[in-house]
C-alpha cells in the first residue's frame, strides 16, 4: 500500500542543523519530494530526488535517499528562523500520479 | 509564474448544504488534484484529474465529487456538507506525472 510516515514536531536552535525524516513504502517511486508550507500559504515545492540517487545537495539542503529501508531525510544546514514551517515529504507511487504526502513536520527555529 | 487560484480563502456554509470549491490553474496542465490538510494528518488526496472529464479518487473520496469539463478547471463538490468536512482544501496541478505541483492558497472550509 502506499503510506508516507514522518514525525510531526522538531524543534532547533538557530545555526544549528537541522534533519526531517520520512519513510515511505512504495519503493517503486521514480521521484521524491520535499515541499514546505510557511504559515497561512499554500505548498511549494523545495527540492526532490530522483530515485536512483543517495544524495542531492542544493545550498543549505541535503537530501538523503535510503532506498533499501525506504528512508528520506532533509538536512538544513545552519538553520535560520525563516525556515520555520511545515515541511512534507511526498511520493508518486507506480507512477500512478497520485501525489500522496506524509504528515507534515512542523519545524520550530528558536532564536 | 504558475498560478493556482482558489475562489475562496475562507467559507462557512450549514450541514447539508451542497458546497462548491473552485480552482483554476493558468498554464495548461494536465493534472489536477483536491487535498483536505488537517493537523496531524497532513494532505489527504480527495480526487485527482489527469485530463478533462477524467477523474481518479484518492484516498477520501467520500462525501466528495468533482468536476473537469475544462482543462484550467477542476471544482470540487461536496453533496451534502457535514461537520466532519471542517478542514483545509487545497488545490494543486502540474504538467503531468513526476514534475512538480504547484499549490493554491487554500480555502478554510467550516460546517455548521
Known amino acids: 500500500g502506499e503510506d508516507v510516515e514522518q514525525s510531526l514536531f522538531l524543534s532547533v536552535r538557530e545555526g544549528d542543523s537541522s534533519v526531517i525524516n520520512c519513510t515511505y513504502t512504495?519503493?517503486?517511486?521514480?521521484?521524491l519530494y520535499w515541499y514546505k508550507q510557511e504559515p497561512g500559504a499554500g505548498l511549494q515545492l523545495l527540492t526532490y530526488i530522483f530515485s536512483n540517487m543517495d544524495m542531492k545537495q542544493d545550498q543549505r539542503l541535503t537530501v538523503l535517499l535510503n532506498k533499501k529501508d525506504k528512508h528520506l531525510s532533509l538536512r538544513i544546514a545552519d538553520t535560520q528562523t525563516g525556515d520555520s514551517a511545515i515541511y512534507f515529504c511526498a511520493e508518486i507511487p507506480g507512477n500512478t500520479g497520485k501525489l500522496i504526502f506524509g504528515q507534515g513536520t512542523t519545524l520550530q527555529v528558536k532564536p | 509564474d504558475v498560478k493556482v487560484t482558489q475562489s475562496s480563502r475562507y467559507l462557512v456554509k450549514r450541514t447539508g448544504e451542497k458546497v462548491f470549491l473552485e480552482c483554476v490553474q493558468d498554464?495548461?496542465?494536465?493534472?489536477m488534484f483536491w487535498y483536505r490538510q488537517d493537523p496531524g494528518l497532513g494532505l489527504r488526496l480527495i480526487y485527482f484529474?489527469?485530463?478533462?472529464?477524467?477523474?481518479e479518487k484518492g484516498d477520501i473520496p467520500e462525501g466528495y465529487s468533482v468536476s473537469r469539463e475544462k482543462k484550467e478547471r477542476f471544482s470540487l463538490i461536496l453533496e451534502s456538507a457535514s461537520t466532519n468536512q471542517t478542514s483545509m482544501y487545497l488545490c494543486?496541478?502540474?504538467?503531468?506525472?513526476?514534475?512538480?505541483?504547484?499549490f493554491g492558497q487554500g480555502t478554510r472550509l467550516t460546517v455548521v
Open positions: 512504495d519503493s517503486s517511486s521514480t521521484y
Open positions: 498554464m495548461d496542465h494536465e493534472n
Open positions: 494543486a496541478s502540474s504538467w503531468t506525472v513526476n514534475t512538480e505541483a504547484f
Open positions: 484529474s489527469y485530463d478533462v472529464k477524467m477523474k
